[in-house]
């Protein structure tokens, strides 16, 4: 078998397509989706992630506001940026690109931005509101972004197996979350695998959806993998490549070309997960200034 491409890009061009919609409406009714990021730091990948999500803002007819900080901006000064932007009603989401540095506390500054405008959906009050079903509840952009694209090419993980590699509060968690859920496009049987898991791969072979976020480098081989199944490489991990442009290239956590003989679907990295995770950012967006505006 070789398996169908996920095309991430595509399927975020149609989900950016309805919240520039989305946006168009409520700039007609007088509302300007603004989305306010944070960045701090010199980190090159996060200075890559930001910019990329402004330039998609700009392209759906989100206004942007950013505050680039240096390394050493002190805790208080960041949280005294994000009081502000809570305050400020004409500002509907609040990024704080991750992560921060070392000397600043993560969930402090997570649980310091208003849950109402919380697009990355990692306040604690939306992680709780998630699991408990409730539907309003933002949710992570990356998780979030999984399941849209299961919903694009009309696999319904209802009733099957599918099994999670990571644990993370931004992806592997919520992601089974929201999996396991007794929703539409949910209600699979779930499995979480980690780095503490006995029999990874005899593990992974029983899933039917086989989702994997660990950042390591192609590290779910083709033989870990049920004929049939989908694949989705959440991983976007750079490796040396001397003969590519920059010295790198980038790769998922899953051994593409081993796992597309043996899966039924599978994304692609990069152009898979990657650009969802952006839309659904956006979509978070416009959705908390509908809210805002008692429109949505
Ligand atoms: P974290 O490092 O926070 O979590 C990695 C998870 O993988 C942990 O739960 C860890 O287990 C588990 N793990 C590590 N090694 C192994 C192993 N050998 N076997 C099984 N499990 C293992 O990463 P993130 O969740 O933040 O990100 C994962 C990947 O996804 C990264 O490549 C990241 O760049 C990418 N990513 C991509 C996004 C996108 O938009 N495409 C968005 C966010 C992330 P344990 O808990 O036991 O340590």
């Known amino acids: ?16 397509e309805d919240v520039k919609a989305e946006a168009t409406a409520l700039r007609e009714k007088g509302i300007e989706p603004c ?21 998609k803002c700009a392209e759906v ?27 400020d009603p004409s500002i509907h989401g609040i990024l704080v690109q991750l992560p921060l540095p070392d000397h600043v ?11 109402e405008k919380d697009v990355d959906g990692f306040h604690p009050v939306n992680v709780g509101r998630m699991s408990a079903g409730d539907t309003d509840a933002f949710r992570p952009c990356t998780p ?18 599918a099994v999670v590699v990571g644990r993370s509060n931004i992806v592997g968690r919520p992601m089974a979350t929201i999996l396991s859920q007794k929703q539409p496009w949910a209600n699979a049987t779930v499995t979480v695998a980690h780095s503490r898991s006995d029999d990874l791969a005899g593990i992974c072979r029983l899933a039917d ?37 920059k010295g790198y290239r ?35 967006t416009v959705t908390a200034a509908g809210r805002s505006a008692g429109t949505s």
């Open 1 to 16: 078998m070789t398996a169908k491409i996920i095309d991430g890009n595509a399927i975020a061009a149609s989900v950016r």
């Open 209 to 245: 959806l086989l989702i994997v976020a660990v950042g390591r480098p192609e590290s779910v081989t083709g033989d870990m993998v049920k004929e049939g199944a989908v694949v989705i490489d959440v991983g976007v991990n750079r490796v040396d490549d001397p003969e590519a442009p």
């Open 250 to 284: 980038l790769v998922g956590d899953v051994a593409f070309e081993e796992a597309k003989e043996v899966a039924s679907w599978i994304t692609p990295v990069p152009g898979g997960v990657g650009p969802m995770t952006i839309a659904m950012l956006l979509q978070n």
């Open 105 to 115: 506390d993560e969930s402090t500054v997570t649980e310091r931005i208003l849950p």
């Open 144 to 161: 979030h972004g999984v399941q849209v694209m299961l919903k694009h090419i009309g696999w319904d993980p209802s009733g099957k197996h």
């Open 35 to 55: 989305l306010a990021v944070m960045l701090v730091g010199e980190d090159p990948a996060s200075r890559v992630y930001v910019g990329m999500k402004e330039k």
């Open 61 to 87: 007819g989100i206004r942007n506001i950013d505050a680039r900080l240096p390394a050493e901006t002190s805790q208080e000064e960041i949280l005294r940026i994000l009081d502000e932007w809570n305050a």
